[in-house]
């Protein structure tokens, strides 16, 4: 949890509707698109539009964060969908935009200690303010930074934290692991429970309060040894296209970021990319992976919907991208090739290409 925070302004709503509950109710603008209303399954208003544009959720589930002008000022807090109100003045705000609830629950701060809590998805309390700082919850866990100190890095709002303890807890507030130890890498979904550390080089393991072991799958480990075994072992046309979302985006000058079915696209492009995928297996190969969550600007197609949450946010924490990025062999030049791979319930998925020069079709 001891990491630079960035904040930059996002404001922005889709009303397009993905992988929804069957009782959410979709935002909607109203005529001149000035204000924000909420409606059900069968466009039965249930909310009139009243909520300004720094309110993101495009689907209301339980609980929301809500923004509304009243007497030319700015009333910021929770709404339930039964209609409660809570946490008046006490949104959690990242990248200046308010948090969006996951698995039914939803983070906010307390101005006064500027501590964090979470509500649930009835407007109750159910972690009290009193963490430095809170993840989402992912799969009923939570990892938890408490007595730690905010060190402002300048006057951009950049900030770290300093000191403090970090935790990995439950939505009760029930400690599950002391002295924990963040990893942004950690798929809290995997997680198994061990009476003896396992040995699966994937996964890290943690020891618990109650002395059991918890192992999670390490993102990075885990998409290494896929692209080891998987992928650069198969180089064919009919591996790649297995391995591939049913759309590649690409980037091609002049005319920017295209999409391409995946057969046309690996065909079309089959040489260069089974260049490059050989060209890691080189151990003089100048490459790393990065990870990075899925861009809502580029990828806008349905096909996409399903790894964004309601706010239009990334589901960076369960679906990351990861991508290889190949410095050039001669150091003048300063383009990088880019080969994208998305993580769905499937395994990962060639996503996205960009070349270094201009020679994909």
């Given at each position: 949890m001891k990491k630079i925070f960035f904040l930059f302004t996002f404001l922005i709503l889709n009303s397009s509707v993905f992988a929804q509950h069957d009782d959410a109710w979709i935002a909607f603008w109203n005529k001149d698109t000035t204000l924000i209303g909420f409606k059900d399954k069968n466009g039965v208003i249930k909310i009139e539009p009243k909520f300004m544009g720094f309110t993101t959720a495009r689907k209301f589930e339980s609980i929301i964060a809500v923004t509304e002008e009243k007497n030319n000022k700015w009333d910021n807090y929770y709404l339930t969908k039964q209609g409660k109100i809570v946490g008046r003045d006490s949104l959690y705000t990242f990248d200046n935009g308010p948090d969006s609830e996951n698995e039914g629950f939803i983070r906010f701060r307390d101005p006064k200690t500027d501590k964090m809590g979470f509500f649930n998805g009835e407007g109750k309390i159910v972690i009290p303010a009193e963490y430095s700082?809170?993840?989402?919850?992912?799969?009923?866990?939570?990892?938890?930074?408490?007595?730690a100190e905010k060190v402002m890095a300048g006057f951009d709002g950049h900030f770290s934290w300093a000191g403090?303890?970090?935790?990995?807890?439950?939505?009760?507030?029930?400690?599950?692991?002391?002295?924990?130890?963040?990893?942004?890498?950690?798929?809290?979904?995997?997680?198994q429970k061990s009476k003896e550390?396992?040995?699966?080089?994937?996964?890290?393991n943690f020891r618990s309060v109650d002395g059991e072991y918890y192992s999670f799958i390490n993102f990075d480990k885990e998409f290494n040894h896929w692209l080891k075994n998987t992928i650069l072992t198969d180089l064919s046309k009919a591996n790649l296209e297995k391995h591939a979302m049913n759309t590649i985006t690409y980037w091609k000058e002049p005319d920017g970021w295209i999409n391409a079915p995946k057969t046309k696209f690996i065909h079309q492009n089959y040489t260069y990319l089974k260049q490059k995928l050989q060209e890691l297996?080189?151990?003089k190969c100048d490459y790393f992976v990065s990870t990075d969550g899925l861009n809502q600007f580029i990828f806008e197609s349905s096909e996409y919907d399903f790894y964004f949450n309601n706010s239009n946010e990334s589901i960076e924490w369960k679906y990351p991208v990861k991508n290889i990025v190949i410095n050039p062999k001669n150091k003048s030049e300063l383009k990088q090739d880019h080969i994208q791979f998305l993580r769905t319930d499937d395994g990962y998925k060639l996503l996205c290409v960009s070349a270094q020069k201009d020679n994909l079709k």
């Open positions: 700082n809170l993840s989402k919850v992912q799969n009923g866990m939570i990892v938890a930074l408490k007595g403090g303890k970090d935790y990995l807890i439950d939505t009760q507030n029930k400690i599950l692991i002391e002295n924990f130890e963040y990893n942004d890498q950690l798929n809290f979904y995997s997680l550390p396992t040995k699966d080089e994937i996964r890290d297996k080189n151990p």
